[in-house]
């Protein structure tokens, strides 16, 4: 069972914000997910063995050789307001 | 004869240009679309570009490319360098990427023509398409139901005349479920045979690109064109083997493996079509061959833990810092981190990543993830076992035909259960095709579903050709709008 408190923790782990006036229908519908997604604790595990990968590839490894990367400029594209090269968001640290 | 062939031999014979037709279709969608919704971007400019560099090349007399000169879509969380690219949520709107993905830049090699990026469920999380931040897509065969989703638009442009093939992705089905309700050929490749990149991630070990289109021959030529080895996806494997020239291969004696899980709770007109498709197999020299798959019942609650999982992490990249929507006002970073986020997305898209962030958090991790992966590890044995009775498997795309519309205000976990029959596809990484096999009695298409042993892809292929090959008059309605050739 979900409730109001684990949706207040959870929003915070993803970065969500969340109405109060929205916690309770959120708790009800992560709930019933939940009670769904429980039916996997009725199965019986073939092995204690991790599931491995689904690529079915080891060590996937380019040549350790440098190579042209993107333009800075292409990458501050889509972001207005870029200064020196650099994204820019407001103060972290406040005046003390 | 292929739309995709017939096409290239009014372009190759001079009958028609590519720029007329592609005016066609461009005019076609400024009259549809209002409707279909089936766009959200319309490339004029780039596609009558490409379709000038065509005449040019059939001028000179050139061979044209299996793909060239073709009009086609791209679903809206594929990459194109230049132009918009949303995922169909407001977090993404205004983003161009600076790159192409991977199948977009093999297409535009051949002069494929673009017409426009195609509507989908926000971030391709949804059935109906009705998540997109657009609107969703409407079903061309009847426009009070849905297209299906997540990749809605890319079916509704196909089917509605306004597209010749799309591109789409499928994660759980997402490609497979909109052709099955707008009676077209959709296609999961095997994980791995098609790359990733420029594929804007929701769930990276159950995602492909897959395809929509009219029929199997531009299926596998389509196919062909995409499944290559990439180096910049460290997933990729490519196909290994062409798929067009098998499609004529005989199925006298091919093992056609039904799994009775896959049959309970679907609708009696949906089982009335595919117990007729499985009598067209037997009659074809086909062997039926029936066995019990009991880990299907652990497909769906498997998939959402898995999925939302990793959508959770994938996600965890949209900040507002880089790139997207960035909330106005705000106290410090973190409040516009968290201010962006839930701006930025949607209901389901916030609601899958919360799911998400549970199932890995401290305390729930074993008994959740853990758990699923360790499941997602036996369904993928019951399979590989499965293989060895049979060489394709056959099942219902979806319990039922396409959804009326306002599908998503059901509760979750209804909305979730439509998706039993082509999870399974995406969890053991397996090559999946949707192809149509009838109509329900409301004159909605239904779909079936091949699945194969991993790359086999040219199985799946060729014994959904062989279904069609008796079957085309019965199985395909080609709608009276559109662009008809």
């Known amino acids: ?16 914000r969340v109405k109060d006036e929205e916690t309770e229908r959120l708790a009800r519908d992560m709930s019933e997910i939940i009670c769904f997604a429980d039916t996997i604790n009725n199965a019986v595990e073939d ?17 350790d050789i440098t190579v042209e990367s993107f333009n800075r400029d292409d990458i501050l594209k889509n972001r207005e307001g870029g200064e020196n090269g650099m994204f820019v968001i407001k103060k972290h640290f406040s005046n003390r | 004869m292929s739309d995709i062939k017939y096409i290239q031999n009014l372009l190759g014979t001079k009958q028609l240009s590519c720029v007329e037709l592609t005016r066609k279709y461009l005019n076609a969608i400024e009259k549809e679309n209002k409707l279909l919704n089936a766009y959200v971007k319309i490339t004029d400019q780039e596609a009558l570009r490409t379709a000038e560099q065509v005449d040019d090349r059939i001028s000179r007399g050139e061979k044209l490319m299996p793909l060239e000169g073709i009009p086609m879509s791209l679903k809206d969380n594929i990459v194109t360098k230049d132009i918009e690219t949303t995922c169909c949520s407001r977090m993404l709107k205004g983003f161009v990427p600076i790159y192409d993905a991977t199948v977009w830049d093999v297409l535009k090699k051949q002069n494929a023509v673009l017409l426009g990026k195609t509507n989908m469920d ?21 426009t ?60 990276s070990s159950l995602d492909q690109v897959g395809l929509i289109a009219s029929d199997v021959e531009d299926a596998a030529i389509i196919y062909d064109s995409i499944a290559l080895y990439d180096p910049k996806d460290a997933t990729s494997r490519g196909a290994g083997t062409t798929s067009s020239d098998k499609l004529d291969k005989s199925i006298k004696g091919m093992r056609i493996g039904i799994a009775r899980e896959y049959f309970d709770g679907i609708d009696g007109d949906i089982q009335k079509s595919i117990e007729n498709a499985v009598k067209v197999y037997e009659d074809s020299g086909a062997e039926i061959v029936y066995f019990s798959l009991p880990q299907i019942k652990y497909v769906l609650p498997v998939y959402y833990i898995i999925a939302c999982a990793e959508a959770s992490s994938n996600l965890g990249r949209y900040d507002g810092i880089r790139y997207g929507y960035r909330t106005e006002s705000y106290s410090d970073i973190d409040d516009m981190i968290c201010r962006t986020r839930s701006e930025g997305f949607g209901e389901e898209v916030k609601k899958r990543i919360m799911l998400g962030t549970y199932v890995l ?3 729930y991790y074993d008994a959740y993830y853990k758990k699923a992966q360790k499941l997602r590890g036996s369904i993928v044995k019951a399979f590989r076992d499965a293989f060895g009775l049979c060489d394709v498997m056959l099942a219902p795309t979806v319990p039922t035909t396409a959804f009326e519309l306002n599908f998503t205000s059901r509760d979750p976990v209804e909305t979730y259960l439509t998706d039993i029959c082509t999870v399974s596809a995406n969890i053991a990484g397996l090559p999946a095709l949707s192809i149509p ?19 086999e892809d040219y199985k799946v292929l060729n014994a959904a050709y062989q279904y069609e090959q008796q079957m085309k008059e019965k199985i395909y ?9």
Do not use: W
């Open chain 1, 47 to 63: 092995s204690e063995e991790e599931f491995d990968g689904i690529a079915g590839i080891v060590n996937a490894f380019h040549e």
């Open chain 2, 477 to 485: 309605k080609k709608l009276e709008r559109g662009v008809r050739i």
């Open chain 2, 361 to 363: 958090s401290a305390g």
């Open chain 1, 1 to 16: 069972m979900v409730t109001g408190k684990d949706i207040v923790k959870i929003a915070k782990l993803a970065k969500l």
């Open chain 2, 437 to 455: 096999c009838g109509f329900d009695s409301k004159g909605l298409p239904v779909g079936m579903q091949l699945i194969g042993n991993s790359f």
């Open chain 2, 144 to 203: 009070k139901h849905v297209a299906g989703g997540s990749s809605g638009g890319a079916a509704s442009s196909v089917s509605g005349n306004i597209a010749v093939y799309g591109l789409g992705s499928d994660t759980g089905g997402s490609v497979r479920q909109p052709a099955s309700f707008c009676g077209l050929v959709g296609m999961k490749p095997t994980y791995g045979a098609v790359s990733r990149y420029g594929l804007i991630a929701y769930a």
């Open chain 2, 122 to 142: 926000e971030f391709a999380m949804g059935s109906s398409c009705e998540t997109s931040c657009f609107g969703g897509a409407l079903n061309p065969h009847n």
